[in-house]
């Protein structure tokens, strides 16, 4: 019998566990946990689901439910243990009603996931976890002779006649309320903290407002090979950005979590626009040394068909660049993104090294620094949606409410 109770109790502290990695990620949906994720590059269905509209009940993450539940699972289990005897039976029939109807919850949550389009495999492991612990809860159950018994001592326990069933219960109710307490609250720090720099709601109100005050421009946009995103999707979003800068950096992070919330039905479409007088004729002074050579490498992981690998390699490491950019660089960057694509044994890495190399990717280049000084672009990023110009790196919350605004129409 021993063997179901560590069993279970491995199976509740691993749900624990990885409802724990979900809450995080809910909150730090910008951060990449590597291994411990559920995909890589700007493919992550996890945030997809996080950030989805029934991630939440009452304000609360579904997660800081998972978390609470597995864990009263674990704490249940292990009192159970160190009680022995008579509390053996009890802990385990009362566990028994709430894993079933964590399943039927589950089972809710899965359609819901269907619903959105994406495979959280974080949150399928929790469902699997939790189905295996209603099984070796029923096979504990059925090897119990006299379930009548059972159900005879779990009613005790509800309805103590003595004073230390009595000092038990309430132990266990008080128990279960500074669980919730302790978990929902650190829940709650998570939120006010991660909502500390946002801005009120009247000032995202405001810049929407401005926004769509903009007469849209009647812009065609040149072909560009360097995409991110679905091609067949509705809403385009053109970007002129240099991929050294800061600013575009920090619209990195901006991009992996649009791209995770909006997969199938955004495409992020780029253009160079080094700020490296270099190769680019309208800058007096480099702001980015080596930005020239950065937007080559983009070209020629385009050419090579790994730009989509490449682009997040090379700015998961911009903090290398800090200390200057080079052919180092570029090399540490493509044999990762080759790994990522599955092109590591294929002519993919001759085909960006010749496209580094040959003049087209500098007429690419200057075409593109061409066109966008047609259009009057002055810094990076700069960014069309509908026609509208964004300067710089807007808040999260703006960028939300007018790719959701766009996708309704």
Same mark, same amino acid.
């Given at each position: 019998?021993?063997?179901?109770?560590?069993?279970?109790?491995?199976?509740?502290?691993?749900?624990?566990?990885?409802?724990?990695?979900?809450?995080?990620?809910?909150?730090?949906?910008?951060?990449?946990?590597?291994?411990?994720?559920?995909?890589?590059?700007?493919?992550?269905?996890?945030?997809?689901?996080?950030?989805?509209?029934?991630?939440?009940?009452?304000?609360?993450?579904?997660?800081?439910?998972?978390?609470?539940?597995?864990?009263?699972?674990?704490?249940?289990?292990?009192?159970?243990?160190?009680?022995?005897?008579?509390?053996?039976?009890?802990?385990?029939?009362?566990?028994?009603?709430?894993?079933?109807?964590?399943?039927?919850?589950?089972?809710?949550?899965?359609?819901?996931?269907?619903?959105?389009?994406?495979?959280?495999? /974080? *949150?399928?492991?929790? +469902?699997?976890?939790?189905? @295996?612990?209603?099984?070796? %809860?029923?096979? $504990?159950?059925?090897? #119990?002779?006299?379930?009548?018994?059972?159900?005879?001592?779990?009613?005790?326990?509800?309805?103590?006649?003595?004073?230390?069933?009595?000092?038990?219960?309430?132990?266990?109710?008080?128990?279960?309320?500074?669980?919730?307490?302790?978990?929902?609250?650190?829940?709650?720090?998570?939120?006010?903290?991660?909502?500390?720099?946002?801005?009120?709601?009247?000032?995202?109100?405001?810049?929407?407002?401005?926004?769509?005050?903009?007469?849209?421009?009647?812009?065609?946009?040149?072909?560009?090979?360097?995409?991110?995103?679905?091609?067949?999707?509705?809403?385009?979003?053109?970007?002129?950005?240099?991929? /050294? *800068?800061?600013?575009? +950096?920090?619209?990195?992070? @901006?991009?992996?979590?649009? %791209?995770?919330? $909006?997969?199938?039905? #955004?495409?992020?479409?780029?253009?160079?626009?080094?700020?490296?007088?270099?190769?680019?004729?309208?800058?007096?002074?480099?702001?980015?040394?080596?930005?020239?050579?950065?937007?080559?490498?983009?070209?020629?992981?385009?050419?090579?068909?790994?730009?989509?690998?490449?682009?997040?390699?090379?700015?998961?490491?911009?903090?290398?660049?800090?200390?200057?950019?080079?052919?180092?660089?570029?090399?540490?960057?493509?044999?990762?993104?080759?790994?990522?694509?599955?092109?590591?044994?294929?002519?993919?890495?001759?085909?960006?090294?010749?496209?580094?190399?040959?003049?087209?990717?500098?007429?690419?280049?200057?075409?593109?620094?061409?066109?966008?000084?047609?259009?009057?672009?002055?810094?990076?990023?700069?960014? $069309?949606?509908?026609?509208?110009?964004?300067?710089?790196?807007?808040?999260?919350?703006?960028?939300?409410?007018?790719?959701?605004?766009?996708?309704?129409?």
């Amino acid at each position: 019998m021993r063997k179901y109770f560590n069993i279970i109790l491995l199976l509740s502290f691993a749900g624990a566990i990885i409802s724990g990695i979900l809450l995080y990620q809910h909150f730090y949906p910008d951060l990449d946990l590597g291994f411990i994720s559920c995909g890589s590059g700007f493919n992550n269905p996890c945030i997809a689901v996080g950030q989805s509209p029934y991630a939440s009940i009452l304000g609360i993450p579904l997660a800081a439910f998972g978390i609470f539940y597995f864990t009263l699972i674990t704490f249940l289990i292990l009192i159970a243990d160190y009680a022995e005897d008579y509390y053996y039976h009890i802990f385990m029939g009362i566990t028994f009603p709430i894993v079933a109807a964590a399943n039927i919850a589950d089972i809710v949550l899965g359609i819901l996931m269907i619903k959105i389009g994406e495979m959280c495999t /974080l *949150c399928v492991s929790t +469902y699997i976890l939790n189905i @295996l612990i209603l099984l070796f %809860l029923f096979l $504990y159950l059925k090897k #119990i002779s006299d379930i009548g018994k059972l159900f005879e001592i779990i009613k005790g326990f509800i309805r103590p006649e003595t004073p230390d069933r009595k000092a038990v219960l309430s132990l266990f109710i008080v128990f279960v309320f500074f669980l919730a307490f302790s978990i929902f609250s650190g829940s709650n720090i998570l939120k006010v903290k991660t909502s500390g720099d946002k801005p009120p709601q009247k000032q995202i109100d405001k810049l929407v407002k401005g926004f769509y005050s903009q007469k849209p421009e009647a812009l065609s946009f040149p072909e560009s090979g360097m995409k991110i995103g679905n091609p067949e999707a509705k809403l385009k979003i053109y970007a002129f950005t240099d991929f /050294l *800068c800061s600013a575009c +950096y920090k619209f990195y992070l @901006l991009e992996k979590y649009i %791209l995770a919330k $909006y997969k199938n039905r #955004i495409e992020i479409i780029y253009y160079h626009y080094p700020l490296d007088s270099s190769c680019n004729s309208y800058m007096f002074d480099t702001v980015y040394p080596g930005s020239c050579l950065a937007s080559g490498s983009m070209y020629a992981a385009y050419r090579a068909g790994i730009f989509s690998e490449y682009f997040y390699i090379h700015f998961t490491q911009h903090s290398k660049h800090k200390d200057g950019f080079n052919s180092k660089n570029i090399n540490e960057a493509l044999e990762q993104a080759l790994i990522e694509s599955g092109k590591k044994d294929n002519n993919a890495r001759d085909i960006f090294n010749e496209s580094l190399k040959s003049d087209k990717a500098g007429e690419q280049i200057k075409s593109d620094i061409e066109f966008a000084e047609k259009i009057k672009i002055e810094a990076t990023p700069t960014v $069309y949606i509908a026609g509208r110009k964004i300067v710089g790196v807007p808040p999260k919350e703006f960028i939300d409410a007018i790719i959701t605004t766009e996708l309704s129409k």
